[in-house]
């Protein structure tokens, strides 16, 4: 496995969560929140496979600790919690950022800027990030 094969893996993920994000109301009721609003089950079984074809193919390589962050992911992703989907794979670019500087890994130039594309679309999907909203709560 090579950091391509990571960052294919986070970009099917991250294109699921677009998608998810983008088709959430922009304001979820109070009594939505406990169960969340589901994604189809046909997202979350290719989120499923994209997760476990990582699992199988990491293990015994440098990459194999990122599982437990790409499970977080799905379990969250599984009852509709978006922001709980997200986190866990910023930590993943953070992972992988710590593991090029520490010299465990290479990331090429395609790469580099692949990784902060995901990072750009999943801190986008983050509450708060809307241009829409630059000003608000400053006060009058």
Same mark, same amino acid.
């Given at each position: 496995? !090579?950091?391509?094969? +990571?960052? &294919?893996?986070?970009?099917?993920?991250?294109?699921?969560?677009?998608?998810?994000?983008?088709?959430?109301?922009?304001?979820?009721?109070? %009594?939505?929140?406990? @169960?969340?609003? $589901?994604? $189809?089950? /046909? %997202?979350?079984?290719?989120? #499923?496979?994209?997760?476990?074809?990582?699992?199988? !193919?990491? @293990?015994? *390589?440098?990459?194999?600790?990122?599982?437990?962050?790409? +499970?977080? %992911?799905? /379990?969250?992703?599984?009852?509709?919690?978006?922001?709980? %989907?997200?986190?866990?794979?910023?930590?993943?670019?953070?992972?992988?950022?710590?593991? !090029?500087? &520490? $010299?465990?890994? #290479?990331?090429?130039?395609? &790469?580099?800027?692949?990784?902060?594309?995901?990072?750009? *679309?999943?801190?986008?999907?983050?509450?708060?990030? $809307?241009? #829409?909203? &630059?000003?608000?709560?400053?006060?009058?």
């Amino acid at each position: 496995m !090579q950091t391509a094969d +990571v960052l &294919d893996a986070m970009g099917g993920l991250v294109a699921h969560l677009k998608m998810y994000a983008a088709k959430l109301p922009p304001i979820v009721h109070l %009594s939505a929140v406990p @169960t969340g609003v $589901k994604p $189809k089950f /046909e %997202s979350v079984e290719e989120y #499923e496979e994209i997760v476990s074809r990582f699992r199988s !193919q990491s @293990t015994g *390589t440098p990459y194999k600790g990122m599982n437990e962050l790409f +499970v977080e %992911s799905l /379990e969250a992703f599984e009852v509709g919690r978006l922001l709980g %989907s997200v986190h866990p794979l910023l930590s993943v670019l953070d992972h992988l950022e710590r593991m !090029q500087r &520490d $010299k465990e890994i #290479e990331i090429g130039r395609i &790469d580099e800027k692949r990784t902060g594309e995901y990072r750009s *679309t999943l801190n986008k999907i983050l509450p708060g990030n $809307k241009p #829409e909203l &630059d000003g608000a709560g400053r006060g009058m």
